[in-house]
C-alpha cells in the first residue's frame, strides 16, 4: 500500500487536512471540515489546559470523525532584560500613538507543551485521532504514550535534519512546512540557518530521504495544488489560509477584509509580530518594527507586546497591528461554507 493510501486509510479522510491555525480554527471549523471528510484541526499552542479541554470536547460533541489536535513545542523564552526594554522603546511610538503606555515589562504568555506536565496529560484524556508538534518535538516517553494510547503523531518539518529527527524519534508523519506558508515557521532553532526551502523542493528532498508519508504545507490553496502536491510525493495536503474566510473560522472582520483585499497579495516573514518567523500581510506594525535593525524580544514575549498594542489599536478602531497570518496563496482565498470548500477542493483535485 502506498504511503498516500496508507495514510488515508488510517484516518479514514481525504488526503486533504486543515491546519490548525491557533486562534483560528474553532470546533466549528474543526468539525465541518472532518464531517466533509478532510481532517479538521484545532491549534491550541495559544490556550490554557482548560480552554483547550473545552475545544476538543466540543469539536468531540459536534463530529464522530477523526480531527488533529496541534501543540507547540517550543523551548521556553530566554529572559534577556536588555533586549526586552530595547524593544519596548522601539515600540514606543505605537504606544504612544493610542494614548497608552508599553508594558513595564513582558510575561511568557504561551506556555511550551515542553513544559506543561498538565498539557500531556489532558490529551491522553481527551484521546483525538491525531495530536501533531509545531517548533520541536516532545519527549520519547511522550511519544510512546501517545502511540500506546492509538493517537495519530504528526511534527511539523522545515528542512530535511529536522525531519530526519522526527523519523528517528518514530512519529508517524511529517508536515513539510515550505516557505510560502503562512503563521508560524514551524523550525525547531530559530536562529538557525534557514534555506527557505519551497514546499515543492521540500516534499521532494523529504520523499527521497523519509519513509514516512509526508503532508506537504505551505502555499496551497485549491484542488490543483493538492493534486501536484501529491504528484510530488506527498501523502496528502495541508491547507491553512484557504479555510480564513469560511464562516466557522475565529478570524475578525478585519482579518476577512484584508484577506479580500490587494493587501492579501503583499506578505512577509517577520519576527517582530511575536520573536518567531512568521508570514502575515504586511501592515504598519510590521513596516515600523522592522525599521531600525531592533532585535525583537524573544518568543513569545515579543508577542505580549504586540498584542497589547493592537488592543488598543482594535478599541480606537483600527486593524493596523493584527497578526493577520496568510501565505503567500493568500490572493486565492475563496469564501465558502467549510463544507463547500472541501467538497470544491476533492472536485478540483480529482479533475471533476
Given amino acids: 500500500m502506498s504511503f498516500a493510501n496508507a495514510f488515508t486509510a488510517r484516518l479514514g479522510t481525504h488526503p486533504i487536512i486543515q491546519a490548525p491555525m491557533a486562534g483560528v480554527a474553532t470546533p466549528e471549523l ?28 466540543q469539536t468531540q460533541a459536534l463530529t464522530d470523525r477523526p480531527f488533529n489536535v496541534n501543540v507547540f513545542c517550543h523551548a521556553p523564552a530566554v529572559r534577556d532584560a536588555a533586549r526586552e526594554q530595547a524593544w519596548l522603546r522601539h515600540l514606543q511610538p505605537l504606544f504612544d500613538e493610542f494614548a497608552v503606555e508599553p508594558p513595564a515589562a513582558l510575561d511568557e504568555i504561551y506556555k511550551s507543551f515542553a513544559t506543561d506536565d498538565q498539557l500531556f496529560e489532558m490529551l491522553l484524556d ?13 519527549s520519547a516517553a511522550q511519544l510512546q504514550a501517545f502511540k500506546q494510547a492509538g493517537i495519530f503523531t504528526l ?29 508560524h515557521r514551524g523550525m525547531f532553532d530559530p536562529q538557525a540557518v534557514d534555506e527557505r526551502l519551497s514546499t515543492s523542493v521540500l516534499v521532494r528532498l523529504l520523499a ?10 505551505g ?16 501523502a496528502a495536503a495541508q491547507l ?12 475578525n472582520q478585519g482579518y476577512r477584509a484584508n484577506l479580500k483585499s490587494p493587501r492579501a497579495a503583499v506578505t512577509r516573514l517577520t519576527a517582530t509580530l511575536s520573536g518567531r518567523p512568521a508570514r502575515g500581510i504586511v ?7 522592522e525599521r531600525g535593525g531592533v532585535q525583537p524580544a524573544a518568543y513569545p514575549l515579543a508577542y505580549d507586546a504586540a498584542k497589547q ?4 489599536a482594535a478599541r480606537a478602531g483600527s486593524d493596523e497591528f493584527a497578526a493577520h497570518w496568510a501565505g503567500q496563496g493568500a490572493p486565492l482565498a475563496r469564501q465558502l461554507p467549510a463544507r463547500e470548500l472541501v467538497e470544491l477542493l476533492v472536485q478540483e483535485w480529482q479533475g471533476l
Avoid: K
Avoid at 523519509?210 to 503532508?215: A, F, R
Avoid at 491553512?240 to 478570524?251: D, H, R, V, W
Fill in 208 to 217: 527521497n530521504h523519509i519513509d514516512l508519508p509526508i503532508i506537504a504545507a
Fill in 283 to 289: 501592515n504598519r506594525f510590521i513596516e515600523h518594527a
Fill in 30 to 57: 474543526a468539525a465541518a471540515v472532518s464531517n466533509a471528510g478532510a481532517l479538521g484541526s484545532l491549534g491550541i499552542g495559544a490556550s490554557t489546559v482548560a480552554q483547550a479541554r473545552q475545544m476538543i470536547e
Fill in 309 to 312: 498594542l493592537n488592543g488598543a
Fill in 126 to 138: 481527551t484521546r483525538p485521532a491525531v495530536v501533531s508538534f509545531h517548533f520541536g518535538l516532545p
Fill in 155 to 183: 511534527a511539523s518539518a522545515t528542512n530535511l535534519p529536522e525531519a530526519l529527527q522526527i523519523q528517528q524519534l518514530g512519529f508517524d508523519g511529517i508536515v513539510a512546512q515550505g516557505i510560502e506558508a503562512g503563521g
Fill in 219 to 234: 502555499g496551497i490553496m485549491d484542488g490543483q495544488g493538492i493534486r501536484a502536491a501529491l504528484d510530488l510525493g506527498a
Fill in 240 to 251: 491553512g489560509t484557504a479555510f480564513i474566510l469560511c464562516p466557522e473560522s475565529a478570524a
